[in-house]
């Protein structure tokens, strides 16, 4: 058996016009891009596809006639326009796939297999009507194989490339012409690859010439390689598409982790980060027409008690539809932001007093609609505060604090209400506060405190023991007292870690005391309401008591009268938890409360403490005076120890001390000072 050899100018001319058919078939499916012709659409897909069927059925018989076939040999007809048929079909289909808006990998690699086949199918219908006389035909399985993924792979390379720059603007024509190429390349090797698999009887060998086999080997092998170097380009082609398909994931991946961290993962509202972009927009253009905006800083009234009662989940669905009915509401020229828990910001552009203030009944009309949350019936309401663009500042930062500072107005006015912002004292006093609070957690993190110590007294006025009393360092306002910062303390919860630092400098001082045999001990110190319900409360004294080996009770933990009867039993289980560790107990304020007397049996104490309001109008014979021998009386039945505090002038000592007051503890006898003052003093008052 042989193979058949080649003429090759004709090889030459069936490449020529597989390129030229291919060029007329792009130029044909190019017009579907462009609007005049789009109504032509199905019409001009359909003349492109048979173009390109035609560039494939005269390129295989361009290159038969280019083949040495002995004489006698035929065409079948029917089949000869059947194969026509089957490569037109697959055109048809290849030029569909190219000009749809997107060419996925799975649609181009099913598209290439289709075209590919088409083109091998077109090939070896034609080879089926081709008969010689006396002559059978073979096939060659495995390169039968690689001819059609020749045509598989040229097919794909020339769909990916025709789809890739279908709409570049330069070089069109040059682009046009190497899609030509490749698509003739395609049909061009897989013709005379499927050639190379066809061989003949050995009759044909006599009309063959040692000469023309040489010649048909090497123009074979010129073809093959081609056809091999266009394999490896589509799989360059398709590791190059997949890249590109994920950069493209990426990139959008991306875009969207930067959309999140300008937007709120709950509401879907844009976040504080945002809110600052988009006002330094706002502002550039308002300063420019000289127009006004309004800051509306709206916070939920008693949201907490929403997550308590129902659950914090309920609580994010009522965020996410009160979010969802503002942002209905809204109008082109305004923007809600959500910048904190239940805290959000509206910016309404060109927007004066009167129009901001209409708007803020508007939105706590609308906050206050019923919300069907979960077959739950839900109401809530909310503060807004006002700041006005330029009045009230021209910077994100000044804006979003006086609309606070206005909206803690609202609050302080009974919530449910809107306050715009006015330079006033008391505002000033909220915004200082404000102020004081955010530098209090550098303070408690830098530990910025210190304790005073003030000194009690006994009757005799011997010094008896000292109350520690902290003040701050502040770094610009000085020394501070309590007064300006206690609240604060006890609002964020910072109280807790402060009090703990507290109570280590008390017991570090007892340590001291004891060892040089100072007469100043005990030391009391104040526990707040939150600290005296603190889980860790025990833990840390026992820690405290072993790390500096002071006995427990040079030790007094004083807690006001409300915090001991805010939980009566509670309360009585842990004085009696600390009075077990060995430390006193005193109750701070006695007399403010209205049922102390009913459980003052009850309570494991120490001491009672005499609110100072009782010794404002002391005077002999006075009714203040019959009342603190009442008290006096029965604490001194109960066996507790009586300390007055807030003695300021000779005649309430002289009175108290008459009455049979254990301790005095005030200004007439001793002020709050530092540690080393103290022992100044107190050696002078020896001496």
């Not at 083949?67 to 029917?78: A, I, K, M, R, T």
């Not at 796939?97 to 034609?126: D, E, W």
């Not at 009850?602 to 009442?630: M, V, W, Y």
């Amino acid at each position: 058996m042989v193979h058949v050899d080649y003429d090759s100018t004709l090889v030459i001319v069936s490449i020529l016009v597989a390129v030229a058919t291919c060029y007329a078939a792009v130029s044909m499916e190019e017009l579907v891009f462009k609007a005049a012709y789009k109504k032509f659409e199905k019409s001009i897909l359909v003349t492109s596809g048979l173009i390109l069927g035609l560039a494939i059925w005269a390129m295989h018989f361009v290159g038969m006639l280019a083949s040495h076939l002995p004489e006698g040999y035929n065409f079948d007809v029917s089949l000869t326009i059947l194969s026509y048929l089957v490569g037109a079909i697959a055109s048809i289909f290849a030029v569909w796939l190219t000009t749809r808006p997107t060419l996925p990998m799975p649609r181009l690699i099913l598209g290439a297999v289709f075209m590919g086949l088409g083109i091998s199918g077109m090939h070896y219908t034609g080879m089926l009507a081709l008969s010689v006389e006396h002559h059978q035909m073979r096939y060659d399985p495995l390169l039968v194989i690689c001819s059609i993924l020749i045509a598989i792979c040229g097919s794909g390379l020339s769909f990916l490339f025709v789809f890739k720059y279908k709409t570049a603007v330069k070089y069109r024509t040059g682009l046009k012409a190497i899609v030509a190429v490749l698509m003739a390349l395609s049909i061009v090797g897989m013709h005379y690859t499927g050639m190379a698999a066809t061989s003949f009887d050995e009759s044909i060998a006599k009309v063959l010439s040692a000469a023309q086999t040489e010649q048909s080997v090497l123009l074979f092998t010129i073809i093959f390689i081609t056809s091999l170097v266009f394999v490896a380009g589509f799989a360059v082609a398709v590791l190059e598409a997949r890249l590109e398909q994920r950069n493209l994931q990426l990139t959008r991946i991306n875009r969207e982790l930067a959309a999140q961290s300008l937007h709120d993962s709950l509401t879907k509202l844009p976040n504080r980060l945002f809110l600052t972009d988009y006002a330094e927009v706002i502002f550039s253009h308002h300063r420019l027409s000289e127009q006004k905006a309004a800051f509306l800083y709206i916070d939920l009234d008693r949201f907490k008690s929403v997550n308590d009662a129902f659950g914090h989940h309920i609580g994010d669905q009522l965020l996410i539809k009160m979010a969802n009915r503002l942002h209905d509401k809204l109008t082109p020229s305004q923007k809600l932001f959500r910048i904190g828990g239940d805290e959000f910001v509206l910016i309404s552009e060109n927007t004066d007093m009167n129009e901001a203030m209409q708007l803020a009944e508007e939105i706590l009309h609308f906050i206050q609609e019923t919300y069907l949350i979960a077959n739950k019936e839900i109401n809530i309401s909310a503060s807004l505060g006002i700041a006005m663009y330029p009045e009230h500042g021209t910077n994100v930062q000044d804006l979003l604090i006086n609309a606070d500072v206005a909206m803690l107005a609202s609050k302080e006015q009974g919530r449910n209400t809107y306050t715009i912002f006015h330079s006033m004292s008391d505002q000033q006093d909220v915004r200082s506060q404000s102020k004081l609070i955010n530098d209090l957690y550098k303070a408690v993190e830098e530990q910025q405190f210190v304790l005073f110590y003030q000194p009690k007294f006994t009757a005799n006025y011997e010094i008896c023991g000292v109350e520690a009393l902290i003040r701050w360092k502040h770094p610009s306002l000085g020394l501070l007292t309590p007064q300006m910062f206690i609240e604060g303390a006890e609002k964020t919860g910072l109280i807790i870690p402060m009090g703990y630092w507290a109570l280590e400098q008390a017991c570090q001082q007892i340590q001291k005391w004891e060892q040089s045999n100072s007469p100043f001990y005990p030391i009391a110190v104040n526990l707040s309401a939150l600290q005296f319900e603190n889980k860790k409360l025990f833990c840390v004294l026992e820690k405290l008591l072993e790390k500096y080996q002071i006995q427990p009770e040079h030790l007094i933990l004083e807690i006001t009268e409300s915090t001991a009867m805010h939980h009566i039993d509670s309360s009585i289980r842990t004085l009696e938890r600390l009075r077990k560790l060995g430390i006193k107990i005193a109750i701070d304020d006695f007399g403010t409360g209205y049922s102390s007397f009913l459980y003052l049996k009850d309570l494991p104490i120490d001491e009672l403490k005499i609110d100072r309001g009782f010794l404002t109008d002391l005077q002999p014979n006075s009714k203040e005076e019959a009342i603190l021998e009442s008290i006096i009386h029965l604490a001194a039945k109960l066996g507790l120890v009586v300390t007055a505090e807030g003695v300021e002038t000779q005649q309430q000592a002289d009175i108290l001390t008459s009455l049979g007051c254990n301790q005095l503890q005030g200004y007439l006898l001793g002020i709050p000072v530092n540690v080393e003052s103290l022992v100044l003093n107190q050696h002078h008052h020896f001496a």
